[in-house]
């Protein structure tokens, strides 16, 4: 009996650790017009793309994948400082001397080398196109009265593969900047209280939008079950939740 605990709690401690776990990220594959996209759900804010013989990695952070272990990236993309998406040991371990990292002026100031870009800015990376879009909050502040994420410090990344347009908003609210968007046809949301959007707010914000694709992230405890219905008006949207929390 007493084996039998220790086997049990062993498996459940695997499942909660990614990195002891045998469980594989999660993979989706979408076509372009020069190739597929894949899509890596590492966890949380963290994802790994590959197009075209490229990798891209965003919000690298070593609590969820041992990046010694990963393709390096062709191209790091960080959104802003907060500690689960500003690692710069994740950063060391997924990039080569080759590498291009996109970065926040305060993720530079705080020792991160790269090229930073600010809100609006495009870049070309082969071929493939970054936009640096505005992230920040408006309704949800700290007591302060400060925003969580003030306008113009984080940034959300428009990345342009083959005619397909790929939106990872970082931690942002429905903000107006952002429902000005148009041609996304992939679309990361974030999820969770009080730092970024409500389900209300990330329906409202996809029915502006209106990506063939949403995936919902940085959800933690939020019941994604909530989105989807909030978004059943909206049959062109095909929500998919992934392990994002």
Known sequence: MEKLFVCCLVSILALANPLRSEVPFETDTIKTSAGDLTI??????????????????????????????????????????????????AMKLATTERSVVILTRACQERGGAGVVMRNGDVKTIGDITIEAEPAYN?????????????????????????????????????????????????????????????????ADAAAALRPAILYPYH????????LVALLKAHPEIDVRIRRMN
Do not use: Q
């Not at 959800?219 to 909530?226: C, E, I, R, S, V």
């Open 40 to 89: 890596t759900f590492i966890g949380h804010a963290t994802l790994m793309f590959s197009w075209c013989g490229k990798t891209i990695h965003v919000d690298p952070w070593s609590k969820l994948a041992d990046y010694a272990a990963l393709p390096k990236g062709d191209i790091i993309l960080i959104t802003h400082d907060h500690a689960d998406h500003f690692d710069p040991e």
């Open 219 to 226: 959800f933690g405890d939020t019941d994604t079950a909530k």
């Open 138 to 202: 408006i309704k949800h502040k700290r007591p302060d009265g400060k925003p969580f994420h003030p306008k113009g410090e984080g940034s959300g990344y428009r990345i342009a593969c083959g005619g397909t347009s790929v939106y990872v908003a970082g931690d942002t609210e429905n903000t107006p900047d952002m429902k000005k968007l148009r041609g996304i046809d992939v679309a990361f949301l974030p999820m969770n209280l009080p730092y970024t959007m409500t389900p209300e707010m990330v």
